[in-house]
């Protein structure tokens, strides 16, 4: 059984209003990756590590989502990216925080894990450790794109709340991009991450993120946290999206595990663990897939991002219905 499951980030209050003039790119971007991951996991190329390693690394590269390049821009007008990963068999993990110089986070996190210790590295240093480890090195503008730097021009305008609290998600990307009516107008933009199960009954999870549009300096989402954001064990896989802050207090992602491991039912379990988060502020979603191959992919906010490759059979979706 090969299963992966990815999401582009969620957001936006209120109904469905229908796709965006962005939204085509971003669908063709998740169809590309589930298609080209998918098919070396089902045919047993890579193992359930690299198959979200892999799906990470390519929507990073896609600009409309919010990793990597096209990442959003915080107070001091730099870009700082977080990212996790975690393999379920041996509970091995890796993140980087706030990291600026790297186009792959994500394969920065993969080589922490490997590398065994330590499991979290920052800054500077993160960016140095994975630059001599051959990750690819690339500039600030290299990372910024018209569509955020129109954005985070937005947030400076109008900016009400410097330093806004946890509570206050109004710099939450998503949010900012339903609000804004200028050219630089769209939804839904976020956060990416991935879930897999390979033929050898492993999982593991990977989640990718620049956080949040005009975030304070220093300022670390649950993206970057094992627990919070990514965790990976025998029995299940997940990759949180929303306002990190809430996904932090309440453990969202161990505790979707703690959960399902009592009840075995996977969309209760994950459902509960939104209704824990939402009222703390963390309007959003999550994936989530189980060693006996279930999957989930609920989100609480108008649109999530999100799509399954099970056994070569694929599916995509911003609101709620799913396409092929
Ligand atoms: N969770 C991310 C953060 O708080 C943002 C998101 O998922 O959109 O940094």
């Known amino acids: 059984m090969a299963i992966l499951v990815i999401h582009g980030g969620a957001g936006g209050d209120g109904p469905w209003l229908g796709k965006t003039p962005l939204d085509p790119d971003r669908i063709d971007c998740m169809k590309e990756v589930l298609q080209h991951v998918g098919s070396r996991l089902e ?3 890579i193992d359930c590590l690299e198959a979200v390693t892999l799906a990470v690394e390519m929507l990073e590269d896609e600009p409309l989502f919010n990793a990597g390049k096209g990442s959003v821009i915080g107070e001091d007008s730099s870009i700082t990216m977080d990212a996790s990963i975690m393999r379920g068999s041996d509970k091995a993990a890796g ?51 018209e569509l955020r730097l129109g954005q985070w021009q937005q947030w400076k305008d109008s900016k009400s709340n410097p330093g806004a609290t946890d509570e206050d998600d109004s710099v939450l990307d998503h949010d900012l991009e339903s609000r804004v009516t200028t050219e630089f107008s769209d939804e839904g933009m976020g956060t990416v991450g991935a879930v897999a199960l390979d033929y050898a009954g492993g999982l593991a999870a990977a989640t990718s993120t620049g956080g949040m549009t005009g975030k304070p300096k220093g300022r670390v989402g649950d993206t970057a946290i094992i627990g919070a954001g990514t965790w990976a064990d025998e029995e299940i896989a997940v990759s949180c999206t929303g306002v990190g802050e809430a996904y932090i207090r309440t453990c969202a992602a161990h505790n979707l595990a703690t959960k399902f491991q009592t009840s075995q039912n996977l969309m209760e379990s994950s459902n509960k ?18 060693s006996s191959g279930e999957f989930a992919m609920p989100f609480q906010t108008r649109l999530m991002y999100r799509g399954s490759w099970n056994n070569g059979i694929l599916e995509v979706g911003i609101g709620p219905e799913l396409e092929n």
């Open 95 to 145: 993140s980087v925080i706030n990291v600026k110089r790297l186009r792959h986070p994500i394969r920065a996190s993969n080589l922490i894990l490997k590398q065994g210790w330590p499991v979290i590295m920052n800054g500077d240093a993160a960016d140095d450790f994975a630059i001599k480890k051959g990750l690819e090195e690339v500039s600030q503008d290299w990372l910024k794109t």
């Open 273 to 290: 663990i939104l209704d824990e988060v939402s009222p703390l502020g963390g309007r959003g979603g999550l994936i989530a897939v189980t």
């Open 43 to 45: 045919n047993n190329e």
